[in-house]
C-alpha cells in the first residue's frame, strides 16, 4: 500500500494534528499503549502527540541502550518533565551491546538493534504493561530508504511484508508516516513543543553504533560520544540540517610525543539538506575545521587524524551504516 505524503509545504498543521489525535484516541480505545522517547525529533514529536491524544493510557520509556549522546538520557527525561510528561528510563545497555558483538556488516547490527529493541526490551514491556499498541516516529523517508534498500531502517516493518502483531506481539501505531523531517517539525511546533526538541537535528535510531564502523564495543562507543560532543558544541550555531563524528574502523599513523603511533581517525560530517534524501556537505570554514580537529586530538588522545567528508549524498550517505 502506497502512503501518501503530506507536504510541509501543504501542511494545514492544526488539522494533521487534530486528525492524528483522532485516530489515535478511536484505534487504542480502552487499550492501553506505550512508546520509547529517544529525543530525537520524531520520537519527541510523537510521544507529545500520543500525550495529547492518550493522556495515561500512554506510559513512555527511554530505553538506554549505551550507544547514546553524552548525557542525553537524564536531559531528554527532565526535558519532558517540565512539559508534564513523566518518562521511565530503563538500562538495557548490556543487552545492546551482547547483540552487537562481533557484527561488523552495517545491516547486520542494523538488525540485531532492531530485533534487541522490538523483540527482547519492548515485548517484555508490553507483557509487564499489558499494552496492545506501540506509538512510534516512522517517517516517509524512513520508509523511501528501506524499499529502495538503501539501508534497513529499524523502524520499517509493514512494508517489508512483516506483521509486527505476529513477530512481536503487538500492534504499531505511525501517526508521522506520512511526512518528511521538515513535516514532522511543524507538527512538533503545533504540539507547543521547545524550539530546542523539534528543530534539533536528527540523530539516528540505531544511535552512535551508526557513527562506528567495524565491531561496536563500549570503548568505541565511548570515544565516539566524546568526539560527538566536540563536534555538536563547535557546529550548534551553524546553519545545517545535521553534523556528526564518525570512528573509522582502520588505525592511521599518527605522531604523539615525538614517537610514530598508530591511531584511530575521526571523520566529520555536517549536512545541508531539506528532508535527507539527498545532502550537500556543509562548506565549513578552515578555521571551524582546524579547530574541531585541534580539540578531538587533544581531548581523545587514542584519535591522531581528523577529515572531512566533501562528497555528497548520492553518493554518500548521512550516517555512515
Not at 551553524?238 to 615525538?258: C, E, P, S, W
Not at 574541531?292 to 581531548?299: G, L, N, Q, S, V
Request: charged share 30%; no cysteine; glycine share 8%.
Amino acid at each position: 500500500m502506497k502512503i501518501k505524503e503530506i507536504a510541509a509545504k501543504k501542511m494545514n498543521t492544526n488539522k494533521f494534528i487534530e486528525e492524528k489525535v483522532r485516530e489515535i484516541r478511536e484505534t487504542v480505545g480502552d487499550g492501553f499503549a506505550i512508546n520509547a522517547l529517544s529525543g530525537g525529533v520524531d520520537s519527541s514529536v510523537v510521544t507529545a502527540l500520543g500525550h495529547k491524544a492518550l493522556g495515561k493510557k500512554l506510559k513512555t520509556y527511554f530505553i538506554d541502550n549505551g550507544i547514546m549522546r553524552q548525557g542525553e538520557p537524564a536531559k531528554v527525561a527532565a526535558d519532558f518533565k517540565k512539559l508534564g510528561i513523566s518518562i521511565e528510563v530503563l538500562d538495557a545497555s548490556k543487552a545492546f551491546f551482547s547483540a552487537l558483538k562481533g557484527l561488523t556488516d552495517p545491516e547486520e547490527k542494523r538488525e540485531a538493534i532492531t530485533q534487541t529493541f522490538y523483540k527482547k526490551i519492548f515485548s517484555g514491556l508490553v507483557i509487564k504493561s499489558k499494552a496492545k499498541y506501540l506509538l512510534q516516529g516512522t517517517i516517509l523517508t524512513d520508509v523511501d530508504e528501506t524499499v529502495a534498500g538503501i539501508k534497513r531502517q529499524h523502524n520499517v516493518f509493514e512494508q517489508l511484508g512483516i506483521d509486527p502483531q505476529k513477530a512481536f506481539g503487538y500492534k504499531i501505531l505511525e501517526p508521522l508516516i506520512q511526512l518528511r523531517k521538515d513535516g514532522v517539525r511543524k507538527a512538533g511546533r503545533g504540539l507547543g513543543l521547545p524550539e530546542g526538541m523539534f528543530d534539533r537535528i536528527p540523530f539516528p535510531g540505531p544511535a552512535l553504533a551508526a557513527r562506528v564502523i567495524g565491531e561496536v564495543t563500549p570503548e568505541k562507543i565511548a570515544l565516539v560520544r566524546k568526539a560527538t560532543a566536540i563536534t555538536e558544541a563547535a557546529l550548534k550555531d551553524i546553519k545545517a540540517f545535521q553534523y556528526l563524528a564518525i570512528l573509522h574502523n582502520d588505525k592511521v599513523t599518527g605522531m604523539r610525543n615525538k614517537k610514530r603511533v598508530f591511531g584511530n581517525q575521526i571523520e566529520i560530517r555536517s549536512w545541508d539538506s531539506l528532508d535527507a534524501r539527498s545532502a550537500k556537505p556543509t562548506r565549513l570554514s578552515f578555521d571551524i575545521l582546524e579547530k574541531i580537529a585541534a580539540r578531538i586530538t587533544k581531548e581523545i588522545p587514542e584519535v591522531v587524524s581528523v577529515t572531512y567528508n566533501i562528497t555528497t549524498k548520492p553518493t554518500s550517505t548521512i550516517e555512515a551504516i
